[in-house]
């Protein structure tokens, strides 16, 4: 099995989700020291990439986008890959002459150090960026784990509504930052207040802060089903038997359980020898 | 089988015509280009000078608007991006090398990055970014004063006229920003507490803690007091954050920011105790 990237989010190709991409950049940057401008260079360039596979990957159709980010210590590689229309013979190279063609390409190879294109395999298009970023900071290594997350890991989310996000994280670190802006966002696109949109990152940190003693493995991914004023969280792969603990771990004394109280409802089932918790956020407030 | 070239070209279109309905796609560089590139090179000809100018503006605008989605004010980045064009029209030899948008897509995007960088923007938060998050925060508050319940990300939007994105960015952003400018009661705030305050109910006598034991109030007593009162009507009371945010007369976002920070100060407490003693 494949190693797994530091992140890695799947999503469907909605000109939205750009902006779930762009937030896991800025909280990547905000947890490894990433320099502002580099951050610039990095989003300008992952944008460009990322419209292509909403505008062009699928004519007439949708599918996924999945992005994948590691971090090593002075560069950071981003992979964006679409299972489209793929670049045929084309790869590596790059368009003669630009200026009939599009100026995507060239902003990336401008702002990247180093941009190949693949093709996905089972077809498709796989764009990797890489950037030199002196001041970022490595991140513990993490390795693959057998029976959890890992390849073919998009399965199941056809399952899901059109609106969906899952993003599968390691160390706790980047974790910590990223996983509240996305919930941030979605929590926005779910027509949620500005109070549950809080709420909601405050049960990402007590998610994240709570949960790395529960993951069976090295990442932790969270599966996020967006309809109108209703967030449903999956969370997982869960050590068997622990995913009730992980609500309780929660509870800081004196307040009780912080997931219990800012979640409307919970629930755990069981696949594969691991424990998934499901959680539910609503938005009552507004329900006039 | 559609080839990059093609999708990357679509892409152009697709964008720019989203931002800006009027143009359309980038200008080629074809026979009539080179032609203006050889008055201008050779002959120092200012009117095909200015002529490849206008052609290639379009270039410009459409990379002073890709770099970021800046919060830099637009009219000074396509400024920059111009500068970097005309550095281009001038070093560009048409006798080698491909295109001269391949040439000067770099150049220009160069001058646009070193601006950034140049400018501070990397160690500050623009000025625009910080004005944005409180206007978010006066209109979140302004809703909420009128309409009993706090609005969305999509009604502060239409209210600011804002895209959704940029009051989802300055969300996330206010947090970040040091207490100075948030922390402060705004005038008024007490008065608009006691309207709210009535809708929310007066009963903010006692509630008890739970479990309330010796160790308990040992973590939580490290919490300065008014957090430790929001924290109590977040989580015991069960109030909305815009309801605190009256009873306290401050903001909702800085609710948030309050209730984020003692939330990780007692979870390390907690911690420390367990890992401690």
């Known amino acids: ?30 947890s490894v020291g990433l320099d502002g401008g580099d951050l610039s260079d990095v989003r300008t360039a992952v944008t460009e990439a990322c419209n292509n596979v909403v505008l062009h990957a699928y004519p007439g159709g949708g599918g996924p986008l999945e992005v994948d980010v590691d971090v090593s210590p002075g560069s950071l590689t981003v992979v964006v890959r679409d299972h489209g229309v ?29 941009v190949e294109f693949a093709e996905t395999p089972g077809g498709g298009t796989e764009v990797r960026m890489a950037f030199a970023t002196p001041g970022v900071r490595g991140l513990e290594s993490t390795a693959a784990i057998p029976g959890g997350t890992g390849e073919g890991g998009g399965a199941g989310l056809e399952a899901l509504g059109p609106s969906f996000a899952s993003v599968t994280i390691a160390p706790v670190l980047l974790a910590r930052a990223v996983v ?11 027509h949620f207040s500005t109070d549950r949109i809080s709420d909601s990152q405050l049960l990402a940190d007590a998610l994240v802060a709570h949960a790395s003693g529960a993951i069976a493995g090295s990442h932790m991914r969270l599966i996020v089903n967006v309809e109108p004023r209703d967030l449903e969280l999956q969370v997982g792969p869960l050590i068997t038997g622990r995913a009730e603990g992980l609500v309780l771990d929660s509870g800081l004394e004196g307040l009780g359980s912080v997931l219990e109280k800012l979640a409307d409802g919970h629930g755990v089932s069981s696949a594969d020898s691991h424990d998934t918790l499901t959680l539910t956020l609503r938005d009552r407030a507004q329900t006039a | 089988m559609c080839s990059t070239e093609q999708r990357t070209e679509e892409m152009v279109i697709a964008s720019v015509a989203t931002a800006k309905p009027k143009s359309r796609a980038l200008p080629p560089t074809n026979d009539d280009s080179a032609e203006l ?38 009219e000074d980045l396509v400024q920059v991006a111009s500068l970097g064009l005309l550095k281009a029209l ?10 001269f948008a391949s040439f000067a897509i770099p150049n220009i995007l160069g001058e646009v990055r070193r601006y950034f960088r140049d400018s501070g923007w990397s160690l500050h938060v623009p000025r625009g970014d910080k004005e944005r998050a409180l206007k978010v925060r006066d209109a979140q508050e302004a809703f909420a004063n009128e309409h009993g319940h706090a609005p969305t990300a999509n009604q502060l ?28 009661p705004r005038p008024g705030a007490e008065e608009e507490a006691i309207t709210y305050g009535d809708s929310v109910g007066k009963e903010d ?3 008890e803690l739970i479990e309330l034991d010796a160790t308990v109030v040992a973590v939580l007593d490290q919490i300065p007091p008014r957090e430790r009162e929001i924290l109590r009507m977040r989580f015991v009371e069960g109030l909305t954050q815009t309801q605190i945010a009256a009873r306290v007369g401050v903001s909702q976002m800085q609710v948030s920011r309050l209730l984020r920070g003692s939330l990780d100060q007692l979870r390390a407490l907690t911690q420390d105790r367990e890992a401690g003693h």
């Open chain 1, 180 to 190: 509240p802006r996305l919930l941030c966002v979605l929590a926005a696109r779910a």
């Open chain 2, 90 to 99: 001038d070093r560009f030899d048409a006798s080698r090398g491909p295109s």
């Open chain 2, 37 to 74: 590139f050889a008055r201008w090179q050779e002959e120092r000809d200012d009117a095909a000078r200015e002529q490849l100018l206008q052609r290639f503006m379009p270039l410009a605008r459409s990379l002073a608007r890709r770099y970021d989605r800046s919060s830099e004010p637009y």
């Open chain 2, 157 to 184: 939007a239409q209210y600011l006229e804002l895209e959704v994105e940029q009051v989802i960015d300055a969300l996330l952003a206010i947090q970040a920003y040091e207490s100075l400018s948030l922390d402060a």
């Open chain 1, 86 to 114: 793929g670049i045929g013979a084309r790869a590596p190279g790059r368009p003669d002459d630009v200026a009939e063609g599009g100026i995507g390409l060239p902003v990336i190879e401008a702002l990247s150090h180093t």
């Open chain 2, 205 to 207: 006598e006692r509630y």
């Open chain 1, 1 to 30: 099995m494949a190693r797994l990237p530091n992140v890695r989010l799947e999503l469907g190709n909605r000109p939205e989700n750009v902006l779930l991409v762009r937030e896991t950049l800025t909280g990547v940057a905000e």
